[in-house]
């Protein structure tokens, strides 16, 4: 074996063994909370239109169907009630708002590990959609989705070192009475996963009784109010321009028990909309800021979340179209507008309008995570296992989303310019008498795993290796994954006494594991 054989083998061997080993936090390549915000797809002077469009809309056109609580809440606070039953927001009013607005989020998580400050141009990955169905990968089949369903992919969500949070991605289908479904949805995914967890509740009577669940998970009320661990994700308008009476009931209620408030306009251009993507922003940002101002009125300064959710749609089908380029940019617009308002924001990224998890939603997931975290999103929602244009969700392609976003933040990342970077030193040493490559040099090898992200079941084999281990295919991988996760107890389960307690007080549905 020649002295150039034995170096690459050498440094081959050490690199499969750096790879092995676990990553300490400080080696990790990519992480929560990146810093975002080299892509803008708006100019300066368009932010600045946007803007200036958003305040009109919100001084001449303002919202109908506020609830009377909020007709109060926003009257006292200087906004304008028509004879046309609409509230108007003058310019000056929602100026002192931004203000006053809390610009510095934390999204505690239950154990103190995963926390998430939501401020700057910081990048988190999560899931949400609220699908109905669950997809069969293998038998090509979608059925509705249970408890079950959602409690398994909180617990495969917990494993994933990509997936920050969680907002409910399903809807458990197998309970019918929507009180103890809201209740248990609360259960599966706290039970699953101990990453801040977030949902939505069908009725205001329902925040009473999920409040009292989270304090018995908290361990008291004062503990809960410490370090708030779940985040009501509101619908609060329906778009255009219209106050969600109910909805909005619902979020007055969580802003008074101590949740931080996700504030969601979902228009779907085109539709609900304006058709274009400049339109559809000013709308989405019109509606929540009009949230913002709601939020503050009934308490100053509570944690909430921008979340302009305007949607695609395909304008021959009126399908929606989640997985364009159209949605992608929405998305990062809307970014765009969150970093001029100083304000942490969210808006959907990386769900797919193909039925399995096959290439089209290979591109289609890439193309809008890469650009909501480029673009310094800080809560990229919908990012991962999301089918059918919000319709499916799937524990395969969640898993595989993983890969996807680990990927997505090393885009995310970017280049590092340094005199070490440069390798100005390493170029000459390899050169200028040295083995003439860098494989299993010293440098190499202290680069690799910090800077370098590798996928968990992605293959990079040669043709011939592929044959030889039988060719395997990546959906069986991932369903293999799947299983060795699910085989395991949860790590999130509630101690004993409390999850008897829960289950005394609440009707469960989730089985004892």
Known sequence: ??????????????????????????VRPVRA??????????????????????????????????????????????CILGDDGRLRFPRALVEDTLAMANRS?????????NDLDVSGNRVHYGTAGAA??????????????????????????????????????????????????????????????????GTSFGEPDFVAPALEMLHMIAGGEDKWRERPFLSNSNCFVVPPMKFATESCEVMELCIKGGMPVLLL???????????????????????????LVYVNAVKPGHPAIIGTWPFGLDL?????????????????????????????????????????????????QMCSNVMAGLSGLNMVYESAGMHASLLGFCHESLILSDDIIGQALRCVRGIEVTDETLALDQIAEVCLGGPGHYLGTEATLSRM?????????????????????????????????????????????????????????????????
């Open 316 to 364: 021959r089908t009126g399908a929606m179209s989640v997985g364009s380029g159209e949605q992608a940019l929405l998305t990062a617009g809307c970014a765009q507008m969150h970093k001029f308002y100083g304000l942490p924001g969210g808006a959907t990224g990386g769900a797919s309008d193909s039925k399995l998890p096959d290439m089209q939603a290979g591109w289609e």
């Open 1 to 26: 074996m020649s002295p150039s054989q034995s170096r690459r083998s050498g440094g081959r061997a050490a690199r499969q063994a750096l790879r092995a080993a676990p990553l300490t936090d400080d």
């Open 265 to 291: 306009s979902a228009g779907m251009a085109g539709a609900t909309a304006p058709p274009t993507v400049a339109g559809a922003i000013v709308q989405a940002v019109a509606e929540c800021l009009a949230g």
């Open 105 to 113: 989020v934390t999204l505690f998580s239950r154990d103190g590990k």
């Open 449 to 513: 795993q910090k800077d370098y992200v590798y996928p968990t079941l992605g293959s990079r084999t040669s043709p011939k290796e592929w044959a030889e281990r039988d060719k395997p295919d990546l959906l069986d991988k991932a369903t293999a994954r799947k299983e060795e996760i699910l085989a395991q107890r949860s790590a999130a389960r509630f101690d004993p006494i409390t999850d008897a307690a829960i289950r005394e007080r609440f009707a469960i549905h989730l089985g004892r594991g």
């Open 132 to 197: 109905v169905h669950m997809v069969d990968v293998h038998g090509r089949e979608y059925r509705d989705s249970t408890v079950q369903d959602l409690h398994d992919a909180a617990r495969i969500c917990n494993t994933l070192d990509n997936i920050h949070f969680i907002q409910r991605p399903m809807v458990c289908r197998d309970i019918a009475d929507n009180r103890e479904m809201d209740l248990n949805t609360i259960y599966a995914c706290c039970s699953g996963s101990t990453k801040h967890i």
């Open 33 to 78: 909370g990146m810093e975002g915000g080299t892509y803008k797809p708006l100019s300066e002077a368009q932010v600045q239109r946007i803007h200036s469009a958003a305040l009109d809309a919100l001084e001449t056109i303002g919202l109908a169907d506020a609830p009377q609580s909020g007709v109060d809440y926003l009257t006292a606070a200087g």
